[in-house]
């Protein structure tokens, strides 16, 4: 059992208003939740006791992720949210306020990593990429501010990759929208003075992500490295937890998450 279905297994307390140096009460929205390092973060926030809503594509299995958390005792709602569609982040976000009264946390998570050469002229991926990675995240900022402008705080962690620091051949369109992102992340920062902003960058994680390299000899090159060396989701969950967890006068900017084998 890895550690992000132990985390599944343990009961979570009742939570109130949210207390400093902890995600125990704090209303956390997740994109991307349904699979991967969405769900791990959605476990471990519920686990110590953070009220959660979830949004991704595919509804069944979202659902089934907060029918877990409650099933063991934690607060979580799930709504099905494509993060192409500006309007299903603020119905998400909506959500919240309207379950729980309020949102602290909004955790972009959601993307997607079809990649291939440039040479291959995969236009449509490279739409698809911009449209989730990039456009999604933005997306979530529009819904969330007006929301943290109201409460007169909030945070935003964003899921970006460690593809934003290093671009290598065959990663190029992925490369430039998480990029980019991280970009957008830093404007942000610098920006407001009441919303705390976060980027967490993994490396190689033991997800779902190379079921979507097109190329068949590729996605096996990948599945082969990711069996031998990636992280299991929990470890950037643990990331996530740990940025939100921080006393509300500390933003912690950056977390970076690598395999020790990766380079």
Request: charged letters at 25%; proline letters at 4%; aromatic letters at 4%.
């Amino acid at each position: 059992m890895n550690r992000t279905d132990e985390a599944q297994r343990k009961t979570t307390d009742g939570a109130g208003a949210g207390e400093s140096g902890t995600v125990r009460g704090k209303v956390v929205a997740v994109t991307g939740a349904s699979s991967g390092i969405g769900r791990a973060t959605a476990l471990a926030l519920a686990e110590r006791g953070a009220r959660v809503i979830l949004g991704a594509r595919r509804q069944d299995r979202v659902e089934a992720v907060a029918a877990g958390i409650r099933e063991r005792g934690g607060e979580a709602l799930a709504v099905p949210t494509d993060v192409r569609r500006r309007a299903d982040l603020v119905r998400l976000l909506d959500a919240a306020v309207t379950a729980f009264g309020r949102l602290d946390v909004l955790v972009n998570n959601a993307g997607i990593g079809p990649i291939s050469p440039l040479e291959e002229l995969r236009v449509e991926e490279w739409d698809d990429m911009i449209d989730v990675n990039l456009r999604g995240v933005l997306y979530g900022v529009a819904a969330a501010l007006p929301v943290f402008r109201r409460q007169g705080a909030g945070h935003l962690v964003t899921v970006v990759s460690t593809a934003a620091y290093r671009t290598v051949p065959g990663q190029t369109v992925y490369a430039a929208t998480k990029t980019a992102v991280r970009t957008v992340c830093e404007g942000l920062r610098q920006e407001t003075d009441d919303v705390r902003v976060t980027v967490v960058s993994p490396g190689f994680v033991h997800t779902d992500f190379v079921d979507g390299v097109p190329d068949p000899d590729a996605r096996a090159a990948l599945r082969a490295r990711r069996d031998a060396m990636a992280l299991d989701p929990a470890s950037i969950a643990d990331a996530v937890v740990y940025a939100i967890a921080q006393p509300d006068s500390v933003d912690v900017n950056e977390i970076v998450v690598r395999p020790t084998a990766q380079c």
